[in-house]
């Protein structure tokens, strides 16, 4: 008989149901809340103790014999004849945190994985095509996914059946792990060639249906067509009273909102130019006054569980804190508004206080959970975040002069930030009751109507604000801090790489700079190999900085760092970051290009122990390694005269057209590379001394002007690297002795400029003759 496991998800409890019919697998994923793990003194020490991934620690004290991802587990797997239980999450997932403690910390659901099954454990965020692989079985038997994934192998690594958590034991209808792990024990033992030949069907399938890839001589789909067809789709799901592009929960999707802001750049004069800006701005502006942002000490948390961005998934992501970064500065660019700048200075005062490392690298997470303030061994979620109106009360007693009544602080505070006596989050945002009492602050009024309300002026409720947000935020630091992820990924480093870079050269300000260029050097010392020539995917805090197994860079490693360094040059105009960036091209190309179809692979395609050769098609809550790959081939092929960039950028948008034509809205960001390449990259030419007042301030004119389709160089006495590649930079020269701009296009110039406002005037004409051309 053929078991198979239908997992259905109930939306209040965030707990999978487990069905046994005789029907194809179906497994979806849950939602996050909870609690975290037990403080027992470790009992058990299994290998994962000779780890660095916080994630695989966290599990090296599970009565659990688990193996890293590796030959180990395989050779035992195929010399033992056993089935592997492949489980897969990330240090700061909830339920990933919910099934160690309920499953693999139980001592006979440790003994029956250990003897029955070779049990290996990976951290997603270190092996990305490990779960990629197995997440595409998952979401194709099953239409959802999650983390921590649970997926059981052949020997020879090939998927048989998945699902995401599973309780430990029965409770009524809903079959724990214990029978599951039964089940298949059962099936293995009476009934493998059905298991096996349904998993070979699956994954033959998945091989096709995967697939990306060019016809001989294709070419892009037209981009103006895909653009419109993207943004048309934004509208249909763009949420018009809070922003964003669904009711709850809410993702801030920067790829989302860049999109937008590069369509209004060459749709200005159009309705649907106009609204695209507006649907961008609102979203942000939205996000940034809702509980998803931290008022008290910055960044922003990954996710909202309702429709307004009140309450979060507490956990704060470096990627999204990179991203968002961007998407802010841009904002500022487009509308001038100081406020945008200044979350975006606020996010990456987040980032430099508690996820930068000495060494110049950037921390992966902090968790959701930590405990409670006020005492308790179970960690609850946003605990380290959340206010009681007590609380607030206790910290700011003085009455306000010059108010009406006996107004204190705490009344302006409370009132500005929506803190209710009785907390402030509703109970179906809070299904297992961690939030009762507490308040997630929320900008529920202006200054100008919180001091309307009190009859003070609008600069004494801001100052009145700042400091109680001051003060907050030292109150918390004497909090139980959350998990902190402590790995450095190649990838994540490059995004915030290009947020510092972005975010400094717009701002004009020194110490970002120097903070961009401080990564830069990080990630050339610690995860680069130049005796391999390959990029390393991650290191950890400590005195060396080193991985006891060296894994090898991915596709979005070196697309993500190319790109950071890319940004790195066009901020600080030093060559060599953009000669890094040349080579490490080259490197991206040899390791992951294809070449029948176009596009890249991405992992390396040589190795056998990953069985899809998969190609993202998709820009979620990272952009798609492809689509940042186009971007970066488009950038280098202007910074260098390579035809041949140009020609494989082309080529991988081809492989995509059927994807960009059908729904680019699952490819924002590659419809922003296949913009750029109809519009034609201009190339604006400085010629000045880099550290030169007149170069600084002709810079500033263009860093002050949102120009996504444009590369930036500087030709000063000292440059050999950009001329002997593009020779026409050598006929370009200042005029008078003083710093002069030239902004050309296939190197036809417009007239020199010398007058930092007429280059600014220059600049908006040709971004807004952009659409007639």
């Not at 809903?174 to 293995?188: A, F």
């Not at 649907?279 to 309702?306: C, K, N, P």
């Not at 991915?554 to 950071?564: E, K, S, T």
């Not at 050598?730 to 007058?755: E, H, I, K, N, R």
């Amino acid at each position: 008989m053929k078991i198979y496991f239908v997992f259905l998800t109930n939306r209040d409890s965030n707990y999978s149901y487990v069905f046994f019919v005789s029907s194809p697998t179906v497994f979806m994923s849950m939602a996050s809340g909870g609690e975290g793990p037990s403080s027992t003194p470790p009992q058990h020490t299994n290998r994962l103790a000779k780890e660095r991934s916080p994630y695989l620690l966290q599990h090296a004290h599970n009565p659990v014999d688990w193996y890293p991802w590796g030959q180990d587990a395989f050779d035992k797997a195929k010399n033992e004849d056993k089935p592997i239980f492949l489980s897969v999450g990330y240090s700061t997932c909830h339920w990933c945190h919910v099934m160690e403690r309920e499953s693999f910390e139980d001592e006979e659901l440790g003994r029956i994985l250990s003897d029955n099954f070779v049990c290996i454990k990976v951290d997603r965020e270190e092996r990305p095509d490990v779960d990629k692989v197995y997440m595409n079985f998952v979401q194709a038997t099953s239409g959802g996914g999650g983390w921590p994934m649970s997926v059981w192998l052949t020997p020879d690594l090939r998927p048989f059946i998945g699902g995401t958590y599973f309780p430990p034991r029965d409770h009524g209808r809903r079959p724990g792990l214990k029978t599951v792990l039964t089940r298949i024990m059962e099936q293995w033992q009476n009934n493998r060639p059905a298991l096996e030949s349904s998993g070979d069907r699956i994954l033959e399938a998945l091989k096709k249906g995967t697939t990306v890839a060019a016809s001989p001589g294709q070419s892009p789909p037209l981009a103006t067509g895909v653009a419109d067809r993207c943004f048309q789709q934004l509208a249909h799901s763009y949420e018009e009273e809070y922003g964003g592009f669904r009711d709850a929960p809410k993702f801030p999707t920067p790829v989302n909102l860049m999109f937008l802001m590069s369509y209004w750049s060459v749709n200005r004069s159009t309705s649907e130019g106009v609204e695209a800006l507006q649907m961008a701005l609102h979203t942000l502006r939205m996000m940034a006054l809702g509980g998803i942002h931290d008022h008290v000490a910055q960044g922003f948390h990954r996710y909202s569980t309702d429709s307004s961005w009140h309450v979060p998934h507490f956990e704060k992501m470096l990627y999204d804190q990179a991203q968002l970064a961007v998407a802010y500065i841009t904002a500022s660019q487009v509308s001038g508004e100081q406020r945008f700048a200044e979350v975006a200075e606020d996010i990456l005062r987040y980032v430099s206080r508690d996820l930068s490392d000495k060494s110049g690298g950037f921390y992966s997470a902090e968790d959701a959970d930590s405990l409670p303030a006020s005492g308790g061994r179970e960690k609850r979620e946003g605990a380290f975040c959340v206010w009681t109106a007590s609380e607030v009360r206790e910290l700011f007693p003085d009455v306000v002069e010059g108010t009406t009544g006996t107004s204190t602080q705490a009344d302006i505070f409370m009132h500005h930030y929506g803190v209710k006596e009785q907390g402030n989050v509703a109970p179906e945002q809070d299904p297992h009751g961690e939030l009762q009492g507490q308040n997630v602050l929320i900008v529920r009024y202006s200054a100008e109507l919180t001091a309307a309300r009190f009859g003070v002026s609008v600069e004494k409720v801001n100052e009145l604000l700042a400091s109680a947000r001051t003060k907050m935020a030292e109150v918390r630091t004497s909090r139980p801090r959350p998990h902190l992820d402590t790995k450095m990924l190649a990838s994540w480093n490059g995004l915030m790489l290009s947020a510092y870079a972005r975010v400094g050269a717009v701002l004009g300000d020194k110490a970002l700079l120097e903070r961009a260029v401080q990564a830069g050097a990080f990630l050339q010392e610690h995860l680069w190999d130049g005796e391999r020539q390959t990029i390393l995917r991650s290191c950890y805090r400590g005195e060396q900085m080193e991985v006891s197994t060296p894994i090898s860079g991915f596709l979005d490693d070196y697309a993500f760092v190319i790109c950071g360094l890319l940004d790195l040059y066009e901020a600080t105009l030093q060559t060599e970051w953009l000669q890094w960036a040349e080579e490490l091209q080259l490197r991206q190309d040899a390791l992951f290009w294809d070449d029948q179809g176009g596009g890249y692979f991405c992992s390396d395609p040589s190795d056998s122990t990953v069985l899809l050769r998969l190609k993202e098609d998709q820009d979620g809550a990272e952009p798609s390694a492809n689509s940042v790959s186009a971007s970066n081939l488009l950038r280098l092929s202007h910074f260098t005269g390579r035809q041949d960039w140009l020609q494989r950028s082309q080529q991988l948008l081809a492989a995509f057209s059927d994807r960009l034509t059908k729904v680019p809205i699952a490819l924002p960001e590659m419809v922003r590379s296949l913009m750029a390449q109809h519009y034609t990259l201009k190339q604006i030419v400085i010629c000045g001394q880099r550290d030169a007042p007149d170069t600084t301030s002709l810079l500033a004119a263009v860093n002050s002007v949102f120009l996504p389709h444009k590369v930036l160089m500087l030709v000063d006495s000292d440059e050999s690297f950009l001329c002997q590649r593009l020779p026409a930079l050598s006929s370009m020269s200042q005029l008078g002795g003083v710093a002069t701009a030239y902004v050309c296009q296939d190197f036809t110039c417009s007239l020199p400029v010398t007058d930092p406002q007429e280059l600014r005037r220059l600049l908006l004409d040709v971004t807004a003759e952009t659409k007639t051309e």
